[in-house]
């Protein structure tokens, strides 16, 4: 997981739920327990008015049944009863109770204890204990009541509390996300800040952003500047070493046609000095390529550059019986210097004229994620095997026609400088070569790759 928004929203959340899990657990217990103290004391405040009727009546079954008025003990099985047993064997039961007694442990303590244990109808949770009258007489008291209460309780408590944690929950994952949309926003910011920074030549001011992402942006800076000078100094480079090397090789291919002219034979040397001229293009392309592909925010127009390469190829001698089609609209910009993506085409539709028998065309189009364009032709084509060779530095597959068999390498090396990818195929209308390039529609200083 690489983006910082999800790994924090995650984390915040496994963390909530955490959390929300382990407070819920100990409010469930909590409660529950309450729910149980709350339970025995009202049991146990039965418990006492029964024993005070008890004594107030002196073990009178109707007297007590006067004193104890609480409906539940006149309804039968309502899930209320009590009881007491004299030590002859004499017992006195709630009318509640019907034909049954209360089935509780043996008491033989003046000390209340609980008990559960099975009722008439269901489960039952009792208080039972020894009393003494004053005459002198010893009785066991029991009170009991149905867990079916208890349980309804607590039941209504969980549900109550998962409703809230739900709430809760809800209000936790709204907040942590947008607490991390507040505390990415700076970051987001530095980087949209970073690719406008690089085309107007401006710095970032370490002022703009939290004292946390400061330190960074000074950072950012020296960078930034660091990189314009490589670039900058990139340039000048390959621009003075293609004036250096420029006049040599016109002063040697002079020569050598002055040489040629007097039925001197030199096509070896002609061939040579073709191929020192190719190598010196492709490098120097790939100088400028690398310090300007995936840097340049620039956006060339496809159509108007295949347009005017279209002019000069149909003019060409060897063209005068092909065809050319372009079909491109004019609303696709690609993000390349306009002159390296000349220089693709340029080598491209050489090659693609060169081995042509009688048409070539030009596609392209765009998605969201590249902008990609094709020539292809109806010409012998490249073999799946070869292909890769066709692609690389001198890979000449037919030495019968003239040429360095550096056309496409020279288009690999732009494309890779632009974060792109060339890939040869078999043209599925023409069934010659099909040459695709596609160039990411978005990209910082992305990586290429070459099919």
Do not use: C
């Not at 995650?10 to 959390?19: F, M, P």
């Amino acid at each position: 997981m690489r983006s910082l928004r999800q790994r924090a929203i995650v984390g915040g959340l496994l963390w909530a739920g955490l959390i929300i899990a382990i407070g819920g657990v100990a409010l469930f217990y909590y409660f529950d327990a309450l729910s149980l103290h709350r339970f025995d004391t009202a049991l146990r405040d039965r418990y006492l008015q029964v024993v005070a009727a008890l004594g107030n009546s002196g073990g009178d079954a109707d007297a007590m049944e006067g004193l104890l008025t609480d409906p539940a003990y006149q309804r039968t099985y309502s899930g209320r009863y009590w009881q007491v047993i004299a030590s002859d064997g004499e017992a006195i039961a709630s009318r509640s109770l019907f034909d049954t007694l209360l089935d509780h442990p043996q008491v033989d303590t003046i000390d209340p204890d609980y008990w559960n244990g099975p009722g008439p109808e269901g489960h039952l949770r009792g208080i039972a204990s020894m009393v003494q009258l004053d005459d002198g007489t010893a009785w066991t008291v029991a009170v009991a009541e149905s867990l079916d209460s208890l349980d309804a309780e607590r039941s209504q408590i969980r549900q109550s509390l998962l409703t809230t944690f739900a709430f809760i929950g809800a209000l936790g994952v709204a907040g942590a996300m947008l607490q991390m949309s507040a505390v990415i926003r700076p970051l987001n910011k530095l980087r949209k800040d970073v690719a406008h920074r690089w085309d107007s030549n401006d710095t970032l001011d370490p002022a703009d952003y939290p004292d946390e992402v400061a330190p960074l942006v000074t950072d950012i800076n020296t960078l930034l500047h660091r990189n314009r000078e490589i670039v900058e100094r990139g340039r000048r480079q390959a621009a003075d070493l293609a004036h250096a090397l420029r006049t040599p090789t016109a002063i040697l291919r002079n020569e050598l046609d002055a040489l040629t002219s007097q039925g001197i034979e030199l096509d070896r040397a002609h061939e040579a000095l073709d191929r020192v001229d190719a190598q010196l293009q492709r490098s120097l392309a790939r100088i400028r390529a690398e310090n300007t592909g995936a840097t340049t925010k620039t956006q060339t127009r496809l159509s108007k550059s295949v347009d005017r390469l279209a002019r000069l190829f149909r003019s060409m001698p060897n063209a005068k019986d092909k065809s050319l089609k372009v079909d491109l609209s004019d609303r696709i910009h690609i993000p390349m210097d306009a002159q390296d993506l000349e220089e693709i085409l340029g080598n491209t539709l050489e090659n693609a004229f060169k081995w042509a028998r009688k048409a070539v065309r030009v596609i392209g189009g765009e998605s969201p994620d590249d902008i990609w364009f094709a020539i292809e032709d109806d010409g012998p084509g490249i073999p799946e095997e070869s292909r890769r060779e066709a692609l690389r530095s001198g890979g000449r597959l037919d030495t019968s026609m003239p040429g360095t068999g550096l056309g496409l390498a020279i288009a690999a090396d732009l494309m890779h400088a632009y974060g792109g990818r060339i890939a040869l195929s078999q043209s599925e209308d023409l069934g010659g070569l099909r040459v695709t390039f596609s160039v990411p529609a978005r990209r910082g200083l992305g990586a290429s790759e070459t099919e």
